[in-house]
């Protein structure tokens, strides 16, 4: 049985009209929330509606109003909100069992098997990758991923990288750039060394020799004796930084990157938590880079539905640490499993691959022209169905687009459209739509943007 790509059915509900938001039942939710729950909660404060209830794309909240859902759960759900048979297995696995610890299951083979063999040389036979099950958060496998990379070197030292985004846990705030979320704690980033990305902001002419002199300069830093940086445990690389304002890796720059861990005898990690499971149109970003990593760390998608799962990926002959040297009490989801596993076969059956490259040419061409034709536009970028579009204000400084992308995300959301911001002082709106959305939907969605950034920089209220 083949499912509907898009089970939103946005024909049959009222779309892109101009609404109240929040309505009256959200500010009661709002209201309720803010008396009871933690001030750390973030996204209420730009996206001001509760929830009712969800289908595919498409996000109802308590007063009747639908938005079009370009955020996808932060990019948990990969075929969007309550998939029809992905919610019929999980609920048979209810039924079966839910919590197993890590004791073997025949549902948790069954998507341990599925998922190494998405690995790129993986050989079943000689059984040269293995799977670890952290916790339920992708900032779980990270701190395990770091913790086996210090065990299996004998070192200490992380290299990370000027905005990567790596989780808010103690430990993974500390190999995180965002400086806002460790002011006021101490102790944070201990043998952390931050090294630039490739960054267009690096290479001021778009010149290739400015990206070659960049690696260059990273290269020095990492290999000079009289440098300061002892030869790390580990380096942690996204191959395009979500959080960071959709910005992806120079493939010379990941290149070197990659070949400088394995002369430094260092693991390299590849953070693919937001990037894996097909959102950049490749099971895993690095297969298309040719990249050799030591460790993958995966999370957010990998359920399909939004059931939390987590995971390290590593080679075989990293397997040297203790039992018990890195648990979790909910490491054993087999609900996650049962739906991951039947989300890896729809990956294949259902071409959603083949659909993430129709939604990247889609997005290209509706928000792509709009650089040409407002100058606070800086530059709309993206790969598959992951994207983001720059702004800056009058002075033309990069970073300095915060209130420009801020005032385009609330334009947007009264016009039934969710979208997310990020970046350096949220410069970047950005997009994470499901895999599977419908093109018809996310052409009107796009176009919702690209009005709404028309009328905030042609009103001239944001500077």
Same mark, same amino acid.
């Given at each position: 049985m083949t499912t509907i790509l898009d089970a939103s059915h946005h024909n049959d509900v009222e779309l892109f009209a101009a609404r109240t938001v929040p309505g009256p039942r959200s500010a009661h939710l709002l209201a309720e929330q803010e008396r009871q729950e933690s001030n750390a909660r973030t996204y209420p404060r730009r996206l001001p509606f509760g929830i009712a209830s969800a289908r595919g794309s498409i996000i109802t909240d308590v007063d009747g109003n639908h938005y079009v859902d370009l955020l996808a759960g932060a990019g948990v759900l990969a075929l969007g909100h309550s998939h029809p048979e992905l919610v019929t297995i999980a609920q048979r696995q209810f039924e079966l069992l839910v919590h197993g610890l890590d004791m073997p299951t025949p549902i948790k !083979? #069954?998507? $341990?098997?599925?998922? @190494?063999?998405?690995? %790129?040389?993986?050989?079943? #036979?000689?059984?040269?990758?293995?799977?670890?099950?952290?916790?339920?958060? &992708?900032?779980?496998? /990270?701190?395990?991923a770091i913790k086996l990379a210090r065990i299996v070197t004998g070192r200490h030292g992380v290299v990370s990288f000027q905005g990567g985004f790596h989780g808010t846990t103690h430990l993974t705030m500390g190999i995180t750039g965002l400086l806002s =979320?460790?002011?006021?704690?101490?102790?944070? &980033?201990? +043998?952390?060394?931050?090294?630039?990305?490739?960054?267009?902001?690096?290479?001021?002419? =778009?010149?290739? #020799?400015?990206?070659?002199?960049?690696t260059t300069l990273i290269e020095s830093l990492l290999t000079d004796p009289n440098g300061g940086i002892p030869a790390p445990a580990a380096i942690i690389l996204e191959i395009v930084q979500g959080e960071g304002g959709v910005v992806l890796g120079d %493939?010379?720059?990941?290149?070197?990157?990659?070949?400088?861990?394995?002369?430094?005898?260092? @693991?390299?990690?590849?953070?693919?938590? =937001? $990037?894996?499971? +097909?959102?950049? +149109?490749?099971?895993?970003?690095?297969?298309?880079? +040719?990249?050799?990593?030591?460790?993958?760390? @995966?999370?957010? !998608?990998?359920s399909g539905i939004g059931t939390p799962v987590s995971v390290l990926l590593y080679r075989s002959e990293h397997d040297v640490w203790r039992p018990g040297t890195h648990t979790g009490t909910f490491r054993g989801n087999q609900i996650a499993f049962a739906a991951g596993s039947a989300f890896l076969d729809i990956l294949?059956?259902?071409?959603? @691959?083949?659909?993430?490259? !129709?939604?990247?040419? $889609?997005?290209?061409?509706?928000? &792509? *022209?709009? *650089?040409?034709?407002?100058?606070?536009?800086?530059? /709309?970028?993206?790969?598959g169905a992951m994207w983001g579009v720059e702004f800056v204000a009058e002075s033309g400084r990069r970073d300095s687009g915060g209130p420009i992308a801020r005032a385009v995300q609330e334009r947007c959301v009264h016009r039934g459209v969710v979208t997310e911001v990020g970046g350096r002082n949220d410069s970047v709106l950005r997009l994470l739509p499901p895999l599977n959305i419908d093109l018809d939907l996310l052409t009107d969605a796009c176009t919702v943007i690209a009005t709404a950034v028309d009328e905030v920089l042609t009103a001239g209220a944001v500077r």
């Open positions: !083979a #069954e998507f $341990t098997g599925k998922l @190494l063999r998405r690995i %790129p040389g993986y050989d079943a #036979e000689a059984a040269n990758w293995k799977v670890h099950f952290c916790g339920p958060t &992708g900032a779980n496998a /990270v701190d395990a =979320q460790r002011s006021g704690i101490a102790g944070i &980033g201990d +043998g952390v060394t931050f090294l630039p990305y490739s960054d267009s902001r690096n290479y001021p002419d =778009q010149r290739p #020799e400015d990206a070659r002199y960049h %493939p010379h720059f990941l290149a070197t990157v990659a070949d400088l861990a394995h002369r430094l005898g260092a @693991l390299l990690i590849i953070d693919e938590i =937001q $990037t894996g499971c +097909g959102r950049t +149109g490749t099971f895993f970003a690095y297969e298309r880079h +040719g990249i050799r990593p030591d460790i993958v760390c @995966l999370s957010k !998608a990998l294949d059956r259902d071409g959603i @691959l083949d659909h993430v490259a !129709a939604i990247e040419r $889609t997005v290209a061409a509706v928000l &792509g *022209p709009l *650089p040409d034709l407002f100058p606070h536009v800086y530059e /709309v970028r993206g790969i």
